[in-house]
Each structure stands twice: as C-alpha cells, then as structure tokens.
T-cell receptor, first 113, second 116 residues
Framework: GQQLNQSPQSMFIQEGEDVSMNCTSS?????WLWYKQDPGEGPVLLIA???AGELTSNGRLTAQFGITRKDSFLNISASIPSDVGIYFC?????????????WGAGTKLIIKP | EAGVAQSPRYKIIEKRQSVAFWCNPI?????LYWYQQILGQGPKLLIQ????????DSQLPKDRFSAERLKGVDSTLKIQPAKLEDSAVYLC??????????????FGQGTRLTVV
C-alpha cells in the first residue's frame, strides 16, 4: 500500500534558525497537505499543494510539491517559540471514486531555550 | 465559518464499558472522517463517509467499533466494549470535494479517551 516517509522524526533548534523537513514516497500523489498539531489539539492545515513543482508560502512557511509528485518539503524561516509542535505531511491520491489521504509519522519541532 | 465540533473533549472509562463520540462537520462538507491517533503517531483513518455512505472502513475494528452518519451531517463513533489499547485521541475531520484538486481536511479538537 501507499506509504510516506517523513523526516526528520524530531528537530532541536535554536530560536531564529531555519527549519526544513520533508516527505517522500515511492507512490505518486495528486495533492500534498502540511499540518501542524499542538498538544491537545487537532491538526491544523498550514499549506495545500496541488500541482507538481508548485511552491507555496504562508508567512514564514514555504512548501513545495516535488516535480516527480512523490515528495514534498516544508521550510520554516526564522523559527519562533510558537512554531513548537508536531508537523505532519499528508499525500492525497484518487482511488475508487474517492480521495485517500496517507499520513507521515510527523516531525516534532523543539526549540532550545 | 464554524469549525468541526467534537464532544466530549475528554473521557475516562473502564475496560469493557462502552463510549460514544459525536462530531458535527463544517457546514456543506460532504466528506467526514474519523481518525484514531495514538500518542506519538500520526492519525490513522478508521472510517470515511461521503454524505451518509461509507467509502472506506477497512481499518475499523468492526467487532467493537461502529460509526454512523444517518442524515449526512453529524456523526457518532461508538466503541463497545472498550479495551485498554483503545486509549487514544479520536479526531473527526471534514472536507469538501474540490474536483481535480482533491480535498483539504479540517479537523476538530479531538476527544481524548483513556481506558483504565
């Protein structure tokens, strides 16, 4: 079945540093979605990518849909304390007349004081 | 626009008891999902509805879990009887079909279930 490899599993960074995480798969996806989850909350959609090669920004966040449609990355520039949380990628493909979502295992972002 | 509403936020039950969770999706969203999220893991799809029909329940433990969306709007997820390993956060999400562009799922806050 479809699988996503999300890396890194966790990141310890200093405030102000840039962050990069990615998701790869051997399968092709129609859409890539990036979510952030804070403790005790549901995931919140950050960025949605619809076309291969697409580069989309949302404030300090930038995400790209890989040209092969098998990968995506998320960058966060100049990290701040509220960026702490778990980031999930999700790849979407169309099958049996419905869209299926496959989730990465998450990247936990921790900012060192 | 109101988000996805879930209740309760927290529930503690003893093993072998039953429990039910409720979800009201974003207005107009035809697709509704129930996910189980174990601490430290990504969400795992339990069941996906399109309006009031089930489109994917392949990972739903049907011997103890059931879900319904009778009028194609709100939904309930039930566990009966609960096991210790059912302790998790149960997330409800909804989405609208964007045709070729797929869907964007929006999540509720989740229900944290603890089975003791």
């Amino acid at each position: 079945g479809q699988q996503l490899n999300q890396s890194p599993q966790s990141m310890f960074i200093q405030e102000g540093e840039d962050v990069s995480m990615n998701c790869t798969s051997s399968s092709i996806f129609n859409t890539w979605l990036w979510y952030k989850q804070d403790p005790g909350e549901g995931p919140v959609l950050l960025i949605a990518l619809y076309k291969a090669g697409e580069l989309t920004s949302n404030g300090r966040l930038t995400a790209q849909f890989g040209i092969t449609r098998k990968d995506s990355f998320l960058n966060i520039s100049a990290s701040i304390p509220s960026d702490v949380g778990i980031y999930f990628c999700a790849g979407q493909y169309y099958m049996d007349s419905n869209y299926q979502l496959i989730w990465g295992a998450g990247t936990k972002l921790i900012i060192k004081p | 626009e109101a988000g996805v509403a879930q209740s309760p936020r927290y529930k503690i039950i003893e093993k072998r008891q039953s429990v039910a969770f409720w979800c009201n999706p974003i207005s107009g969203h035809a697709t509704l999902y129930w996910y189980q999220q174990i601490l430290g893991q990504g969400p795992k799809l339990l069941i996906q509805f399109q309006n009031n029909g089930v489109v994917d329940d392949s990972q739903l433990p049907k011997d103890r879990f059931s879900a319904e969306r009778l009028k194609g709007v709100d939904s309930t997820l039930k566990i009966q009887p609960a096991k210790l390993e059912d302790s998790a956060v149960y997330l409800c999400a909804s989405s609208i079909n964007r045709g070729l562009y797929g869907t964007e799922a929006f999540f509720g806050q989740g229900t944290r279930l603890t089975v003791v």
